[in-house]
């Protein structure tokens, strides 16, 4: 049976010394341990009693509110420890100095002026091209005279006699040497008409007859025959005399006196 307390009454307890009480300076060894069942712990020593000194205290119903009071006054809260200022471990504030280097200035400068004087230079070139094309516009219309041939944008064309006989049209151009044949006409070209990017050419067949070859300009130029508003070709009877660009249509005169007109738009 296991003896109740009474309000004035203190009980001294005993524990098996399982970890030997030892101060800072003494050293536990083997020999300390718990005795066998059935020996004298009186005669060898295996237990040991704690006093009221030593921190040992028994709950009572009296003090059982006094030992929890103390136990909430004594905690810490972990939490609180944590969060505060005081726990945070201190960590010191390091600022690099930033040297400027004022020679990197100096090339970057001197590169954007570059720049700038690069870039007002094309500016100028370019308003300067502009004001002179407006000065001289490109004629898009226009007929040669004689065997003057049409300038155009830096090449000059003109219907050439090759030496085995017949007519080409050819062309010249700036900083390039020779002559090059764009096409071989199978008729007597009358003249050379320049109309909007491409070149007509009224001539004479061999067989009495008349037409007009368009050579347009351009990479991969295609010759073909001026045709009506219903994709027929243009062919007259007779001989061309005279062949006049008027506006947007040619004014063709025959050897017999006939007038025809023929639209080109």
Same mark, same amino acid.
């Given at each position: 049976?296991?003896?109740v307390?009474?309000?004035?009454?203190?009980?001294?307890? *005993?524990?098996?010394?399982?970890?030997?009480?030892?101060?800072? $300076?003494? @050293?536990t060894?083997?020999?300390?341990?718990?005795?066998?069942?059935?020996?004298?712990? @009186?005669?060898?020593g295996?237990?040991q009693?704690?006093?009221?000194?030593?921190?040992a205290?028994? &709950?009572?119903?009296?003090?059982?509110?006094?030992?929890?009071s103390?136990?909430?006054?004594?905690?810490?809260?972990? @939490?609180?420890?944590?969060?505060? &200022?005081?726990?945070?471990?201190?960590?010191?504030?390091?600022?690099?100095?930033?040297?400027?280097?004022r020679?990197?200035?100096?090339?970057?400068?001197?590169?954007?002026?570059?720049?700038?004087?690069?870039?007002? &230079?094309l500016?100028?070139?370019?308003?300067?091209?502009?004001?002179?094309?407006?000065?001289?516009?490109?004629?898009?219309?226009?007929?040669?005279?004689g065997?003057?041939?049409?300038?155009?944008?830096? *090449?000059?064309?003109r219907?050439?006699?090759?030496?085995?006989?017949?007519y080409?049209?050819t062309?010249?151009?700036?900083?390039?040497?020779? *002559?090059?044949?764009?096409? $071989?006409?199978?008729?007597?070209?009358?003249?050379?008409?320049?109309?909007?990017? %491409?070149?007509?050419?009224?001539?004479?067949?061999?067989d009495?007859t008349?037409?007009?070859? %368009?050579?347009?300009?351009?990479?991969?130029?295609?010759?073909?025959?001026?045709?009506?508003?219903?994709?027929?070709p243009?062919?007259?009877q007779?001989?061309?005399?005279?062949?006049?660009?008027?506006?947007?249509?040619?004014?063709?005169?025959?050897?017999?006196?006939?007038?025809?007109?023929?639209?080109?738009?």
């Amino acid at each position: 049976m296991v003896p109740v307390a009474s309000d004035d009454q203190t009980f001294t307890t *005993t524990i098996p010394e399982l970890v030997p009480i030892v101060d800072g $300076d003494q @050293e536990t060894s083997m020999n300390d341990a718990p005795r066998p069942i059935g020996v004298d712990p @009186e005669a060898t020593g295996s237990f040991q009693r704690i006093n009221a000194v030593d921190g040992a205290r028994l &709950t009572t119903r009296v003090n059982a509110s006094e030992t929890a009071s103390f136990r909430v006054q004594n905690a810490r809260p972990v @939490e609180a420890v944590r969060m505060s &200022t005081a726990g945070r471990p201190k960590v010191e504030h390091h600022e690099v100095e930033v040297k400027s280097n004022r020679r990197v200035f100096i090339i970057l400068g001197v590169a954007a002026l570059l720049v700038v004087a690069i870039v007002g &230079t094309l500016l100028a070139r370019a308003l300067l091209s502009v004001e002179q094309v407006g000065d001289n516009p490109v004629a898009e219309q226009t007929q040669a005279v004689g065997d003057e041939g049409i300038e155009y944008r830096g *090449t000059t064309y003109r219907l050439t006699q090759k030496d085995g006989g017949g007519y080409s049209l050819t062309s010249t151009s700036d900083g390039f040497e020779g *002559t090059a044949v764009l096409y $071989d006409l199978a008729g007597t070209p009358v003249t050379l008409i320049l109309y909007n990017t %491409a070149f007509v050419i009224p001539e004479n067949l061999p067989d009495g007859t008349w037409d007009l070859i %368009a050579y347009p300009l351009g990479g991969g130029s295609v010759t073909q025959q001026v045709t009506d508003a219903d994709g027929n070709p243009i062919v007259g009877q007779g001989e061309i005399s005279s062949a006049t660009l008027s506006g947007d249509a040619i004014q063709i005169s025959t050897t017999a006196g006939e007038q025809v007109t023929v639209s080109l738009v």
